[in-house]
């Protein structure tokens, strides 16, 4: 490993002149991704910049009843949290169902949505890769993918998105809110996550020395009813082969709302619009909610062996997700 310098800030502003100072700085917050990618020598940095003191931490439940979420908040917090266990179950599970335990009560908001994709391509630096090294091609394309994306692919990188409560977050409208030397953005979460496409390695549409500061979630009433259903090799410890994030309200036992995230398939946090659309004003039946869950994935790339289960595995996931939360209601048919 190369000598790397460290600075610790304690204020956001700190953090952020001394990521502009010198080139090639990243911000360090828990450390469980980059500390990984120091080791193995897929991230480079020359300086890395502690954010762990900043007075990122507010976790509130709005006059409004949506969410606040300050990017230091550490995983098992928000999880654990009684308003989001009460308003948004589906967060607080997505986020129990996240890596281990120590990683949780390490791990912040803000590198959660920040954190690195899992490709072993990315991860080996025999492989070459066009996220880590711009137009050097992709050394997996044709072997090592059963992780992989089936959604939002391109020629240059189908690396799949790894974080498990930015699904829920998509199915949320959450609002990504950064500060950099400019000034303070906000984006729509959908837009915070870029697909490939022909730019792979450009994964969020900020420059490196814009800080997450805190994330927000309008309020959405029916978010109790809601569900994270991941499915994975094994039980715990592992990422997602698929998931679904699912919020319903029915009336009569037709779908009044629905908003559906889509985990382990996609290079992005998926929203699943389509299905959502083809859902609105119809009942609430398993066959209505397979013919959603088709739609959705019709467009997705089926053509690779080793992970076009996928398709199919998202499709069922989807449905079960959908079935879970009508039962809760009570409204199944
Ligand atoms: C073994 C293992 C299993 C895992 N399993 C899962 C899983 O099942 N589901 C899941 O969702 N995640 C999983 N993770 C990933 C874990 O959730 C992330 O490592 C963690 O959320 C990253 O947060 P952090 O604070 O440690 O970020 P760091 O590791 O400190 O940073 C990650 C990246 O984000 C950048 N960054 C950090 N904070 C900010 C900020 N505020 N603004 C801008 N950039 C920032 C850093 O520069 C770095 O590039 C797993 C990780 C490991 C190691």
Redesign the pocket.
């Known amino acids: 490993m190369k000598p790397i310098a460290f600075a610790r800030a304690e204020t956001v502003d700190d953090a952020i002149t001394a990521v502009t100072a010198r080139p090639n700085t990243?911000?360090?917050?828990?450390?469980?991704?980059?500390?990984?990618?120091l080791r193995i020598g897929a991230?480079q940095p020359d300086n890395?910049v502690d954010?762990n003191r900043l007075p990122?931490t507010e976790l509130e439940i709005t006059a409004d009843g949506g969410l606040r979420i300050g990017?230091?908040v550490r995983?098992s917090e928000v999880a654990a949290d009684p308003g989001v266990r009460e308003r948004y179950p589906f967060l607080s599970v997505?986020l129990w169902?996240?890596?281990?335990a120590q990683?949780?009560n390490?791990?912040?908001?803000?590198?959660?949505l920040?954190?690195?994709v899992r490709c072993p391509g990315f991860r080996d630096v025999a492989f070459a890769c066009n996220k880590r090294n711009p137009g050097s091609g992709c050394g997996v394309l044709d072997g090592l993918h059963r992780g992989n994306a089936v959604l939002g692919t391109s020629e240059h990188c189908f690396a799949m998105h790894?974080?498990?409560?930015?699904i829920p977050l998509t199915a949320l409208d959450a609002v990504v809110h950064?500060q950099g030397p400019k000034g303070t953005r906000s984006f729509a979460f959908d837009d915070f996550f870029l697909i490939p496409a022909d730019t792979p390695h450009i994964e969020h549409p900020?420059s490196p020395d814009?800080?997450?500061?805190r994330i927000d979630v309008p309020p959405l009433a029916y978010a109790t009813t809601s569900h994270y259903l991941k499915v994975r090799d094994r039980e715990s410890?592992?990422?997602?082969a698929a998931s679904a994030a699912v919020a319903l309200d029915l009336v009569d036992g037709s779908v009044a709302n629905v908003r559906i995230g889509l985990g382990g398939v996609a290079t992005k946090p998926w929203r699943a619009r389509i299905a959502e659309s083809m859902l609105i004003g119809r009942s609430a039946t398993k066959e209505n909610f397979a013919i959603a869950a088709a739609a959705e994935l019709a467009a997705a790339d089926g053509s690779n062996p080793m992970n076009k289960f996928k398709v199919t595995l998202a499709q069922r996931t989807l449905v079960r997700a959908l079935e879970t939360v009508t039962v809760q209601i009570g409204g199944h048919k």
């Open positions: 990243v911000f360090l917050a828990g450390g469980t991704t980059l500390v990984d990618m991230m890395v954010v990122l990017a230091m995983m997505a169902k996240g890596a281990t990683i949780r390490m791990a912040s908001m803000g590198g959660n920040m954190q690195k790894p974080s498990d409560v930015a950064v900020i814009e800080l997450v500061v410890y592992e990422f997602a």
